[in-house]
């Protein structure tokens, strides 16, 4: 069916590095963007970018430029988010989703969430 | 930047209509999206584009754009309505969202 799944739980020490896993299946990876979208304990939604998964580009919030990495593999039709130099407060759940058809974007499929510990 | 403002909290009898405003300036120039997402789960897109409901959302819930607000209007509200909702735009490239609405069944 038509999912993404997510890799699972991490614990990192500040500092360090966290790259987590985003498999879509059921669709044509590269027609639909995806976004990565993470939430803070107790916290709402906050956007960190975009990876177009056919050509590879990239745009990310502007907050996290410099710290953050989104790359594809079209052969297994998986999206990579990598989050540099972690925080206590970059602790949270990591949503990858997909981008929908439209002019503006929203987000029509969301993955199971990946939780993200940064703690020493 | 842009921002998005909700009300932290909103009650509704079952069976009654509730709405969740979401303001944010000219948003009525935007598309306005909203998202459901129950405690331990993943938002859930309930209506796109102003107004659209996806595939398999209930016709109970509803949406306009205009001015300043956005609104979500849940019709004969259920307890399974329960969860938190957030408003979402798009504007110069980058994604903003509200900072969500907890929605109360009682």
């Known amino acids: 069916q038509v999912q993404l799944v997510q890799s699972g739980s991490e614990v990192k020490r500040p500092g360090a590095s966290v790259k987590i896993s985003c498999k879509a299946s059921g669709y044509s990876f590269t027609t639909y963007k995806i976004h990565w979208v993470r939430q803070a304990p107790g916290q709402g939604l906050e956007w960190m970018g975009i990876i177009d998964p056919g050509s590879g580009d990239t745009f990310f919030a502007l907050k996290l430029r410099g710290r953050v990495t989104m790359t594809r593999d079209t052969s297994t039709s998986t999206v990579y988010m990598e989050l540099r130099s972690l925080r206590s407060e970059d602790t949270a759940v990591y949503y990858c989703t997909r981008g929908g058809l439209g002019i503006e974007w929203y987000f029509d499929l969301w993955g199971r969430g990946t939780l993200v510990t940064v703690s020493s | 930047s842009y921002e998005l403002t909700q009300p932290p909290s909103v009650s509704v009898s079952p069976g009654q209509t509730g709405s969740i405003t979401c303001s944010g300036d000219k948003l009525g120039d935007k598309y306005a999206n909203w998202y459901q997402q129950k405690p331990g789960q993943s938002p859930v897109l309930v209506i796109y584009e102003d107004k659209k409901r996806p595939s398999g959302i209930p016709e109970r819930f509803s949406a306009f754009n205009s001015g300043n607000t956005a609104t979500l209007t849940i019709s004969g509200t259920q307890a399974m309505d329960e969860a938190d909702y957030y408003c979402?735009?798009?504007?110069?490239?980058?994604?903003?969202f509200g900072g969500g609405t907890k929605l109360t069944v009682l």
């Open positions: 979402q735009a798009w504007d110069s490239n980058t994604v903003i």
